[in-house]
C-alpha cells in the first residue's frame, strides 16, 4: 500500500552541492510530477512527465533537471544548490493527464545553507 | 495564466459544525477539474474531492462536498460535522485537463476547537 514514495525525507546541502531527489510509484501511473512548497505558499510545479520517456517544465523549472527513468521512477536533480532552492519538495502521480487527480508523497524536506 | 484565490488565510470551526472554505478561480479554459487537497501538520498532501467541468451535479465525498458555480468561477468545499482531525491546511486548484498544470491556491488554515 506505498504509493508514492520520496527519499530522502530530509536533506541538508550547502551551496553549490548537487543531489537527486527519488521518486517511486507502484500505482501504475503513467504521470509524475514534482512540485516545491514554500512557505504560506501552495505547491508550485517544477517538472513534469506526462508518460514514460517525456518531460515537461512546470512553472519554476530553473535550476532544476529531471529523469524519468522508467514508468515507476521519477527523479529530481539539482546541479548547484543555492539557497532560494530551500523548500518542501513534493512528488506526484496521476493516472494520466487526463485523468489527473494527483497521488502526493509524503514530502523532502530540503534546506541550502 | 491561471489565478486561484483562497481569500479565507484562516477559518475556526466548532467541532460538529460544518464550515465553508472559499475558493474561486479565474481560467479561460472551459474544460477544467477543480480539486481539493488536505494538509495535516504531518506534511501530506491527501486529496479530498474532485469536480469534473461538466458534472451536472456537486460532489460529494462523505462529509466533504463542493458548492461548484461556474458562472461565479467558484468551488467552495464545505466540510459538515467537523471532526478535530479536519484541522490542517486546505487547497484548492483547478485542473485544465490539458496541460496539466495543477495550479494551487495559497490555502486556508482550518482549525476545529471544541
Known amino acids: 500500500n506505498a504509493g508514492v514514495t520520496q527519499t530522502p525525507k530530509f536533506q541538508v546541502l550547502k551551496t553549490g552541492q548537487s543531489m537527486t531527489l527519488q521518486c517511486a510509484q507502484d500505482?501504475?501511473?503513467?504521470?509524475m510530477y514534482w512540485y516545491r512548497q514554500d512557505p504560506g505558499m501552495g505547491l508550485r510545479l517544477i517538472y513534469y512527465s506526462a508518460s514514460e520517456g517525456t518531460t515537461d517544465k512546470g512553472e519554476v523549472p530553473n535550476g532544476y533537471n529531471v529523469s524519468r527513468l522508467n514508468k515507476r521512477e521519477f527523479s529530481l536533480r539539482l546541479e548547484s544548490a543555492a539557497p532560494s532552492q530551500t523548500s518542501v519538495y513534493f512528488c506526484?502521480?496521476?493516472?494520466?493527464?487526463?485523468?489527473?487527480?494527483?497521488?502526493f508523497g509524503a514530502g523532502t524536506r530540503l534546506s541550502v545553507l | 495564466a491561471q489565478k486561484i484565490t483562497q481569500t479565507q488565510p484562516g477559518m475556526f470551526v466548532q467541532e460538529k459544525e460544518a464550515v465553508t472554505l472559499d475558493c474561486t478561480y479565474d481560467t479561460s479554459d472551459p474544460s477544467y477539474g477543480l480539486f481539493w487537497y488536505k494538509q495535516p501538520s504531518s506534511g501530506e498532501m491527501i486529496f479530498l474531492i474532485y469536480?469534473?467541468?461538466?458534472?451536472?451535479q456537486n460532489a460529494t465525498e462523505g462529509r466533504y462536498s463542493l458548492n461548484f458555480q461556474k458562472a461565479r468561477k467558484s468551488a467552495n468545499l464545505v466540510i459538515s460535522a467537523s471532526q478535530l482531525g479536519d484541522s490542517a491546511m486546505y487547497f484548492c486548484?483547478?485542473?485544465?485537463?490539458?496541460?496539466?498544470?495543477?495550479?494551487f491556491g495559497t490555502g486556508t488554515r482550518l482549525q476545529v476547537t471544541l
Open positions: 486548484a483547478p485542473d485544465t485537463g490539458t496541460a496539466s498544470k495543477l495550479t
Open positions: 500505482m501504475n501511473h503513467n504521470s
Open positions: 469536480q469534473g467541468s461538466y458534472d451536472q
Open positions: 506526484a502521480s496521476s493516472e494520466s493527464l487526463a485523468k489527473n487527480i494527483q497521488y
